[in-house]
DNA sequence: GCGGATTATTTCAGTACTAAAGTAAGTCAT
DNA sequence: ATGACTTACTTTAGTACTGAAATAATCCGC
């Protein structure tokens, strides 16, 4: 009823979300591309034109009519580029590729001492031998690192997980690998992935939620992620739970993350005598291993189970009932290494969240989603297709070269210049 | 760089806005008023112009230049208008009129049943008592409830706390009054204010925490505030934060809330011994008065002081932390009846706050603003002035008629039509 | 008292959008 | 078949913005 836009803007964002949405989701008919950007259907039949004189879109035949004019779509032609994402962990590096849709072409894995010196040479050679493999052009690179990032286009990264302060990932991998490189919070990614191939098509507004070696929370308020001030919005994992409790590596003590990310899970397998003191995993990818373990054995021992998969699930239900109700979501998605043993939070997980919400909010829906090993790569190749319809310019010059690539992709050039 | 705009606009939104940023904040140069609504100094100029011909703004002379081209101030001409707001309360409405740079003019306290059929004429009556003795035109009214509001524009209300569900106070007032009316919950006006006459001037991303019966949160991102799928967001109070814990009237425990909001309070008191049982207040209106007795006690009492008002910063503290690692605002700003007694919450409050925060945001700053009774009122009549500056249109045809209010009365007319 | 630096404002030409009204192409009930 | 209705798209004319370059008005050092 009452948009604004106007004027001038060089960098063309239009057509490349147009290009970018049906890259992501396939063939849209206008009416649907108008809605999805939320500009007027007289916009789209411009730009259509344009694109379809360009040979970047064509027609696909009719849709079948309910009664009106039958709806003509419209398909991306060409295109076979691909998008690459990359997930940093302290040990090891996850690499993808993978078509405009989401689907993975290609993964490797690398172990990876973050610790070392040359780790960023290390990391540019994996992405490098990963960009040489995929025999199409790649519109660019999403990095995805625990902890928080400056912004996407400068790519300054702090995680004390890993030990990185003030680190200029963006700029270093840039110069490295010659091609767009966005880098981001890895839930934050997982949010924007969520956003474009998730429930993103059905809400707007919503929490995605992940447990596993930590427990991190995105922020989608209006189809936008909310990043905070300085990058570092939504660490759920350091919301403070109980008075006194464990001392947390960020500072501070009793936080959610510390009774029931992977750590705090093993520490509270081993006080409950669930598992043996002398067996604790000493390095944080066998906590996770751990887990599983005890997973397999909490499928027969109901009180294993219970003691500790479903305190677990209790007191994640009530830390996003608190957010629910702080928050006042849609929805709230559920994902991260975790959700694999998810049939033993659940019960835990429905108790505390019901109980905790407000009356007005008890039948709030929540989804899991299925969860694999790409999951977090896959998500920072997402900000990848994302930056071609970034409204508000978080991506900045890096997303303006994703978008010119992507014309250039579209147009059926095999390769485009740096 | 990147900025977005275009294409008609049929309400005339940026004149608007710069008469509204003019008459809140007195005269500002053209490049102050760019930089604050975020458009070139190129469209300053020209809607500058056409006010000025339109006999609605003028230049007041020059600013003493530090090395430059002096800047020549805009100031708002005519315009005697004012802004009316309401805070609305279980046993009482509080009404205050106001210039449009927030100086209180009029003040009127009613006793108010809610409960009873005819509350809302009781309600319009008052309203309209101050409306006719103020001696200048009134661009709107401004109400705030305790409890969640659909739209500024429709004003449907839900307030468990007043037991209201589905009220349609927007449309009521709107037609038993005849002038523009908005509606908000009574947390989130008091952040709108905050926007336009408080830390809004320095900050864009902020939480308002709010202490008294009650405790709320207003979520202010990138000068926006923030209001939820469904309008109720930033019910802080309504975080769990203890395990059992009392029960709360919205349906879950343990709540911060049921902790620290007046009942919590005056309970915890009876329990520790500071208060006879005996004395309980009954009416919800008298906790507060019960307080500042325990507040006058304990100037003398460190272990009254200590054991219940130290203990309560302490839980704030905590509370306010979470939402910090979780939300990454730039500043917090504190506010509500319990500030009166805020030297002796301080203490509690330092180290609950800090302790509980990441280390890389133990230093953040918060404000505590002094309170009077107007605040909650002249919150909700803020809501009038900023609807003239409703960028993305959440206040509707409401703020429209507001914006056509204004326009009237800066033209100098002294009454303009419903 | 002159050039240079600095800041504020204006001019100008261009553009990406919009609303409103028109056109196209089907379904469905009679 | 006809016309009523529905939905999808297009045409048209207009506009509220923008960036870039030009102009204006001051201070400062010499």
Redesign the pocket.
Known sequence: ??????????S????ASVLGLLGARGPM????L?AAL????????????DLMSRGMVAELG?????????????SLVGSAAQIVGVKVAASHLAVVAAKLDGTVTLTRTEPFDVTRPDALDLAARAMRAVLEAVDAPVLGVGVGVPGSVDSLESGVADSPTIGWHNAQIGAALRQKLGVPVLVENDVNALAVAEQVYGVGRRYSTYLVVTIGRGIGCGIVIDGQVYRGADGGAGELGHFPMVEGGQPCPYGHSGCLESLIGSSGLIRRAVEAGFWAADETPTRPDDELAAIRRLAARAATDPVLAEGLFGWAGRWLGTAAAGLVNLLNPETVVILGEGTAQWELWEAGFEHGFRSKLMAARRSLPYVVDPWDEDKWALGAAALVIASSFDKDGATGYQGELVRERLSGAAAGRTRTEV
């Open positions: 009823m009452n948009k604004t836009a106007s004027g001038s803007r060089p063309d964002l239009l057509p008919t206008r009416t649907e108008a939320r500009v007027s259907p007289a916009s789209i039949t411009q730009v259509g034109k009719q849709l079948a009519s309910g009664g009106g004019r039958p709806a003509r779509p419209l």
